[in-house]
Structure formats: C-alpha cells, structure tokens
C-alpha cells in the first residue's frame, strides 16, 4: 500500500470555523491531489500540488486553499467551512503525469461534518 | 472541457453473472483512461488502457479502450460477492490531472 495518511479521519465542526485536513506520504511522489466525493457527483477535484510550493485549482476549489511548504505535505483548508463542505475528502498522490505513471494512490479519505 | 460518462449508475446481478460496465468519454487531448475500483475507502487501481484495442486482464477483470468511438468497457465474468463496489472511470488528459466519472455502483446478490 502507498504510504498515505489522511487526518484527523473523521471531524464534525460548525459552520463558520476554520478546519485544515492533513495529508501526509512517504512515497516522495512529486504530484499531491484533493478530492472530495458526495453522493452523485463521484470524485472531483478541489486543488493539487505539482510541487512544493506549487499549486494549482481543480474544478471545485471556491471556498478551499491548500499549501506545500515540504514534497511529503499538502494541508487543505476551509477558512469558514459551511454545510455545503460536508463530504469525504481524498487525497492522492502519483508520482508524474506521463503515461507511465499516470496512475493515482489515495488515502483513506477524511470525513468532514459541517453542523 | 474534459468529461466522463458512465453506464449504468447502479447494477444488481446474482453471482456467477458476466457484467459489463461502460465509460465514455470526451477529451482534447488523451492521455489515458483509468479504472478503480472503491469498496468502503480508498479507490484501489484496477487499468490504465493508452492505446485502443489492447485488453488488459486481470483474473476475471478485464477491459478494453476504444479510442475512436471515445469509450471503455470493464468486463467482470463469473461474479463474486466481493466483487460489490463503486467502479470508478477516470480520464487523464494533457494536464496533470484526473476527471472522474460518478461511478458505477455494483451490488452482487448471493
């Protein structure tokens, strides 16, 4: 299995405070994601890291940030987290973007509650 | 803007069943198609398929890429129980990313 860890795995907190999800890999793999995944809408992507300091916006990032200050760290942030955040959150990494080596690993996810 | 569709969102068979699960797609620039699959965490990768016509198996997993008609199949034969999960169609393109379909969700009745 791909060293991944998500954390904290599991928080309920209320609308308007701040929540950061970590993820953490031992793999050294270049390439870091967030997902978030509800109910039918499948896997979509919120921001991802090609780096560190390097970052860039999926397709759902209003509303999050995320910084890569080392190659095995990439925090999420909600800075006032509403109930529309609510889901589980994946991260993944790989270790390019080629063909070859195209393929994602994701942690165990981090499911977040907003009351 | 890159896009993934997949049939049927939901499936039930009775175990022993041959079932075929679709992806199609829409793409600038393809790169390669991926399958997971995702029973109570973490997708687990099953294929990633580059170049049309070539099967890639697995025991009873296999699955095939169509890039002129713009889709895949998953194939899984002689079902099994623990074969029940969401599989997930992925497509990756020129960016460094995966666009995801919603996933096939897979209930295999005893």
């Known amino acids: 299995d791909a060293g991944i860890t998500q954390s904290p795995r599991h928080k309920v907190t209320e609308t308007g405070t701040p929540v950061t999800l970590r993820c953490h890999q031992t793999e050294n793999h270049r390439y870091m994601y967030w997902y978030r995944q509800d109910p039918g809408h499948g896997l979509r992507l919120i921001h991802y890291?090609?780096?560190?300091?390097?970052?860039d916006k999926g397709e759902v990032s209003d509303g999050y940030s995320v910084s890569r200050s080392k190659t095995e760290d990439f925090l999420l942030t909600l800075e006032s987290a509403t109930s529309s955040q609510t889901s589980v959150y994946f991260c993944?990494?790989?270790?390019?973007?080629?063909?070859?080596?195209?393929?994602?690993?994701f942690g165990e996810g981090s499911r977040l509650t907003v009351l | 803007e890159d896009k993934v569709v997949q049939s049927p969102l939901s499936l039930v068979v009775h175990e022993g069943d041959t079932v075929t699960l679709n992806c199609s797609y829409e793409?600038?620039?393809?790169?390669?198609l991926l399958w997971y699959k995702q029973e109570k965490k973490a997708p687990t990768f099953l294929f990633m398929l580059?170049?049309?016509?070539i099967e890639k198996k697995s025991g009873r997993l296999s699955s095939i890429l169509d890039k002129k008609e713009l889709f895949s199949i998953l194939n899984i034969t002689a079902t099994q129980t623990g074969d029940s999960a969401i599989y997930l169609c992925?497509?990756?393109?020129?960016?460094?990313?995966?666009?995801f379909g919603k996933g096939t969700m897979l209930l295999v009745s005893p």
């Open positions: 993944a990494i790989s270790e390019g973007a080629g063909q070859s080596t195209g393929e994602l690993f």
């Open positions: 793409v600038t620039n393809f790169r390669s």
């Open positions: 890291s090609y780096g560190v300091k390097d970052t």
């Open positions: 580059t170049s049309s016509g």
């Open positions: 992925a497509l990756r393109s020129g960016y460094s990313t995966l666009t």
